[in-house]
T-cell receptor, first 111, second 114 residues
Framework: GEDVEQSLFLSVREGDSSVINCTYT??????LYWYKQEPGAGLQLLTY?????DMKQDQRLTVLLNKKDKHLSLRIADTQTGDSAIYFCAEGKAAGNKLTFGGGTRVLVKP | DTEVTQTPKHLVMGMTNKKSLKCEQH?????MYWYKQKAKKPPELMFVYSYEKLSINESVPSRFSPECPNSSLLNLHLHALQPEDSALYLCASSQVAGEGQPQHFGDGTRLSIL
């Protein structure tokens, strides 16, 4: 099975908050990342969190990390239509800075 | 706008052709990466270069040949590819190839093998 798992799809109304969830299995991962991919584009780094932190906030984005349960979430406040995209979480390993990605969550924002 | 530039954006080639994908960054990063992304799937790591030397090859077939001529450039030479190699090829860079170094991605080259 995959090392990193995400739900496939999330639908949200414009102006509401979105919460995207991710679980990982490797307790040695020290950094966890969130990337956004719009159609036809590469991956845009949104934010990342060190594993000894519980929370990180950056403007509309809030990352929560439950290290005990190996659960990571990304909350997007006041979701806009431009937030429609695929969101990938990834765990980072020290050797070679290798990233293991989840399968991605497609977020659809409805007006 | 991405600070990692990949060319070409699209490439169509036959199975007997030889072509190259190019990636450039001017952020002073000393680690560069190639990923392959199939439709509706996450990116999969192919190669890691650290200080212009190949440090990781994820058992990639030899028909893919990476090259890092200098700290700003990364090439991927393609020869005798198969239809299943059709995918989005992404380049990324980071300060160094160590933990906690966020990777910055280009927009990719969409490759189609006929």
């Amino acid at each position: 099975g995959e090392d990193v798992e995400q739900s496939l799809f999330l639908s949200v109304r414009e102006g509401d908050s979105s919460v995207i969830n991710c679980t990982y299995t490797d307790s040695s991962s020290t950094y966890l990342y969130w990337y956004k991919q719009e159609p036809g584009a590469g991956l845009q780094l949104l934010t990342y969190i060190f594993s000894n932190m519980d929370m990180k906030q950056d403007q509309r984005l809030t990352v929560l990390l439950n290290k005990k349960d190996k659960h990571l979430s990304l909350r997007i406040a006041d979701t806009q239509t431009g937030d429609s995209a695929i969101y990938f979480c990834a765990e980072g390993k020290a050797a070679g800075n290798k990233l293991t990605f989840g399968g991605g969550t497609r977020v659809l924002v409805k007006p | 706008d991405t600070e990692v530039t990949q060319t070409p954006k699209h490439l169509v080639m036959g199975m007997t052709n030889k072509k190259s994908l190019k990636c450039e960054q001017h952020m002073g990063h000393r680690a560069m990466y190639w990923y392959k992304q199939k439709a509706k799937k996450p990116p999969e790591l192919m190669f890691v270069y650290s200080y212009e030397k190949l440090s990781i090859n994820e058992s990639v077939p030899s028909r893919f040949s990476p090259e890092c001529p200098n700290s700003s450039l990364l090439n991927l030479h393609l020869h005798a590819l198969q239809p299943e190699d059709s995918a989005l090829y992404l380049c990324a860079s980071s300060q160094v190839a160590g933990e906690g170094q966020p990777q910055h991605f280009g927009d990719g080259t969409r490759l189609s093998i006929l």
